[in-house]
Structures are given as C-alpha cells and as structure tokens.
C-alpha cells in the first residue's frame, strides 16, 4: 500500500470515528426523552389510581414520578395536586397540606377548579395562600431583653451615677477652694494672733 493511500485512509478512519460519536446519542439523553415521557404516564396512571379510589398506589406513583430526574414544571405542577387530593382523600391533612404549600410555591396564583376538585381541596388551598400571606405581613417579633441583660444593663447606669456624683463632688469642691472662702463669698477668717509674750 502506497503512503498516499495509508494517509488517506487513516483520515477516513478519523473522520469516520468522528462523525460516529457526534452523532450517537448518549445513554442519558436517551433515558432523561423516555424518563419525561414516562412521568406523564404514570401521572396518568394515578390519576385513575386516584379516580378509582386506590389512592395509596397514586400516592406511591406520584412520589416515584417526582424523584425522577427530567421531570417538567407541568408534571410537577400536576403531581402535587394529585399528590394533595390523594392525601386528601386518605385524610392526611399535614401531608396534604405541604404538596398544596409546594403547588402554591410554583404557582403563587393558583385557583382550583370548583367542577373537577372537591371542596375539601379548594378549602386547603385557599388556607395555605391565607397562611402564607399572613406570613409574609407578620412583623418580626420583638424579643424583650433576658433579665441578664437587664442587670446588666441596669448596672451600668449605676456606674454612670457614681461617675456623675463624684465628677460634681470634685466641680464643687474646686469652686471652693480656688474661691479661697467658705463658698459664701466671704473672706477667710484670719489667724489668730498667738500668746502674749512673757517678760
């Protein structure tokens, strides 16, 4: 075989092995396509769980549906009101009422249907939106001071007390004395003259 021919086709080859795995797809695109649209079947699939009063088994589809990775703002939007009238329907209240939290969480306007949901849903719904409006306006709380702090807080007035006193303790004491009187403005009394003296 010439050199030009081992050239050639070992630039074939290269661009054959090139093209190959540019164009095949990767196992985890291929399972993310299929994880999608197997999320929308198995919500389908629990909604007629649900429907058919098995909602122990929807529970369990939309819990799997919503550990899968891939899954759609819809189908997550669609598996936590399943999920709540599911748990509804159980009388699961808390539970219910933290998938009605994470719909409202995605969808902050969210407005049941009257037709297709029941009443107890609609209700929770309209609780949470309430509970969670109350707590974005709740001002924070204001914590009094421990009774530690209060002492403390009270013993350093009474250093400044103390402070104060002996600062005008000391004003007037300078005033006197530099006035060289009794503080009344009178002159000081003179010394008194000493003995006689003997002769």
Same mark, same amino acid.
């Given at each position: 075989?010439?050199?030009?021919?081992?050239?050639?086709?070992?630039?074939?080859?290269?661009?054959?092995?090139?093209?190959?795995?540019?164009?095949?797809?990767?196992?985890?695109?291929?399972?993310?396509?299929?994880?999608?649209?197997?999320?929308?079947?198995?919500?389908?699939?629990?909604?007629?769980?649900?429907? *058919?009063?098995?909602?122990? +088994?929807?529970? !369990?589809?939309?819990?799997?549906?919503?550990? $899968? &990775?891939?899954?759609?703002?819809?189908?997550?939007?669609?598996?936590?009101?399943?999920?709540?009238?599911?748990?509804?329907?159980?009388?699961?209240?808390?539970?219910?009422?933290?998938?009605?939290?994470?719909?409202?969480?995605?969808?902050?306007?969210?407005?049941?249907?009257?037709?297709?949901?029941?009443?107890?849903? *609609?209700?929770?719904?309209? +609780?949470?939106? !309430?509970?969670?409006?109350?707590?974005?306006? $709740? &001002?924070?709380?204001?914590?009094?001071?421990?009774?530690?702090?209060?002492?403390?807080?009270?013993?350093?007035?009474?250093?400044?007390?103390?402070?104060?006193?002996?600062?005008?303790?000391?004003?007037?004491?300078?005033?006197?004395?530099?006035?060289?009187?009794?503080?009344?403005?009178?002159?000081?009394?003179?010394?008194?003259?000493?003995?006689?003296?003997?002769?």
């Amino acid at each position: 075989m010439s050199t030009q021919a081992k050239e050639f086709f070992s630039k074939s080859l290269a661009i054959f092995l090139i093209a190959g795995l540019l164009f095949t797809p990767l196992p985890g695109t291929i399972s993310l396509v299929f994880a999608q649209g197997k999320c929308s079947q198995e919500l389908n699939d629990a909604e007629q769980k649900y429907n *058919t009063g098995r909602f122990d +088994e929807a529970i !369990e589809s939309i819990t799997k549906c919503l550990g $899968k &990775p891939g899954i759609t703002e819809d189908e997550k939007m669609r598996a936590y009101r399943l999920l709540g009238l599911a748990y509804i329907a159980k009388d699961y209240l808390e539970d219910a009422k933290t998938a009605v939290k994470k719909l409202l969480d995605m969808v902050p306007n969210y407005q049941s249907d009257p037709v297709q949901d029941p009443p107890p849903f *609609t209700r929770m719904v309209e +609780e949470v939106k !309430e509970q969670q409006q109350t707590q974005k306006v $709740k &001002p924070e709380p204001v914590i009094p001071p421990t009774p530690e702090a209060q002492e403390k807080k009270g013993g350093s007035k009474k250093w400044y007390y103390i402070g104060g006193g002996v600062l005008a303790a000391g004003v007037i004491t300078g005033i006197i004395l530099s006035s060289g009187g009794d503080g009344n403005g009178t002159e000081p009394p003179r010394p008194l003259p000493g003995p006689p003296s003997v002769p």
